[in-house]
């Protein structure tokens, strides 16, 4: 049975970090290319930071460079999206789940979205950056 768990969401101050991890059962990270994704009120939902399968590749949304780290532990078969220098408008509810990457050429990255077909989404984590 497939199943995603995300952590680590919560409130905190502009300029501030959180670390989310999501914890896959049912199938291995490894084996697929995976993904971290955001829904803010009103928006639709949002490709942040994806990897491949094999790690080589990593993508991350303008908005998010140098801010975000995408990470995977195989052995805890978990996905981590560490966060620093947080900015209001990063608030949303934060998903991980199977993606696609869109490639230029064999190793640029131009965007990540839910793979098709997948249908496995977990709760979320909420995260709240507010003064």
């Known amino acids: 049975q497939v199943q995603l768990v995300e952590s680590g969401g919560g409130l905190v101050q502009p300029g501030g970090s959180l670390r989310l991890a999501c914890t896959a059962s049912?199938?291995?990270?490894?084996?697929?290319?995976i993904g971290w994704f955001r829904q803010a009120p009103g928006k639709g939902r949002e490709g942040v930071s994806c990897?491949?399968?094999?790690?080589?590749?990593?993508f991350y949304t303008n908005s998010v460079k140098g801010r975000f780290t995408i990470s995977r532990d195989n052995a805890k078969n978990t996905l981590y999206l560490q966060m620093n220098s947080l900015k209001p408008e990063d608030t949303a509810l934060y998903y991980c789940?199977?993606?696609?990457?869109?490639?230029?050429?064999?190793?640029?990255?131009?965007?990540?979205?839910?793979?098709?077909?997948?249908?496995?989404w977990g709760q979320g984590t909420q995260v709240t950056v507010s003064s």
């Open positions: 789940g199977q993606a696609a990457l869109i490639m230029y050429g064999d190793s640029n990255p131009v965007s990540c979205h839910p793979r098709p077909g997948f249908d496995y």
């Open positions: 990897m491949s399968s094999g790690g080589g590749v990593t």
């Open positions: 049912g199938f291995a990270l490894r084996d697929y290319v």
